[in-house]
Structure formats: structure tokens, C-alpha cells
């Protein structure tokens, strides 16, 4: 079994700044290479029954495999530039893995970096794994306006992200 981080890895090339999508973001303070590892999710390793949002930070929440999460509980204050990523309809990161975000294009200085939630987001038959936001405002060209469960079944999503989509994800890809 792999081992996870107890905290996310960030690269330092990136901090974190105001967002011109949502709140708080996280934007490149350097140049980053197509391809080039950008984060690493991490967090206390727990089986899903013991994810509980009373006690984990929600932001800091991120399905690593069927039954395995990553959570930071409520008691660790440190931040966490990952649980400022925001999402985007033409994200410049994708999945490498399960956990390891990279840059899907060159990335300048100063641009937010981005995730689409159309690659790691679903619902399933057990229960839901979502973060809902009813109304996207990423300002993309072809922004889907309204972000749901199940985008990652759409054609453009899947042709865009190709090659980095959740695994979990991708196998449900897989099967058709």
C-alpha cells in the first residue's frame, strides 16, 4: 500500500494570494514547466467511515483510493496552501495520481493555479463525494457555469482532461 504524506507537499514555487475566482487561491510565484509537480495531497490516512467534518477541516478533505481518505482534523491550525485551490473549467493542473497535482501547461509567474473539479469529483451508489458550488465564476471561455457530480462524464471534460482524472475516476472512464 502506498503511504501518504501526514501533511500536503507544495512546491515553492507557489503561495498564496487573493483569487480572481473565489476568496483566497493559489497563484504561482515562478515559472512552472508543463508536467511539473505542483502539490501533493496529504493528511491522516482514515477509512471513510471516519471521515467526519466535525472533526477534519473540509477543505483538507481528499479521497485517496475506494475506502481511504486524507484529512487534516480540526486540532492541526497550520495552514494548508492546497486547501486554497479553486477550481477551474480549463484548469491549468491536472492528476498525475491519486494524489499528485501537475502542471497540464507552461504556467507564468503570478497565474492562479487551478484545478477542475470534473476530474476528481463524482457521486456513487454507496454515498457522495462532492464539493457542490452551484455556480462556477472561474471566467473561463467555455465555462460550464454549473459545476456538478457527474461532469466528468461529459465529452469535453474527458477529452480535455485526458491522462488526469482521478483513478477512481478514470476506471469508472474505463468501464464505459
Known amino acids: 500500500m502506498r ?8 512546491s515553492e514555487k507557489l503561495e498564496g494570494g487573493p483569487s480572481a475566482i473565489h476568496g483566497m487561491g493559489v497563484i504561482a510565484r515562478a515559472s512552472i514547466a508543463r508536467g511539473e509537480r505542483v502539490m501533493e495531497f496529504g ?4 477509512p471513510g467511515e471516519a471521515v467526519d467534518t466535525d472533526i477534519h477541516r473540509v ?5 485517496a483510493d475506494e475506502d481511504l481518505w ?32 501537475v502542471a497540464r501547461r507552461d504556467i507564468e509567474a503570478g497565474e492562479e493555479i487551478t484545478l477542475d473539479q470534473g476530474t476528481w469529483n463524482y457521486t456513487f451508489e454507496e454515498g457522495v463525494y462532492t464539493v ?4 462556477c465564476s472561474c471566467g473561463a471561455s467555455d465555462c460550464r457555469k454549473d459545476l ?22 478514470q476506471r469508472m472512464i474505463d468501464r464505459g
Open 148 to 169: 456538478k457530480e457527474d461532469d466528468w462524464k461529459l465529452p469535453a471534460v474527458r477529452e480535455r482532461y485526458r491522462g488526469h482524472f482521478h483513478p477512481l475516476l
Open 59 to 63: 477543505r483538507s478533505i481528499w479521497q
Open 43 to 46: 493528511g491522516l490516512a482514515l
Open 132 to 135: 457542490d458550488q452551484a455556480h
Open 3 to 10: 503511504r501518504y504524506l501526514a501533511r500536503s507537499w507544495i
Open 70 to 101: 486524507l484529512a487534516l482534523p480540526l486540532t492541526d491550525t497550520a495552514p494548508s496552501l492546497d486547501e486554497n485551490l479553486n477550481h477551474s473549467c480549463d484548469a491549468n493542473c491536472g492528476l498525475a495520481d491519486e494524489v499528485t497535482l
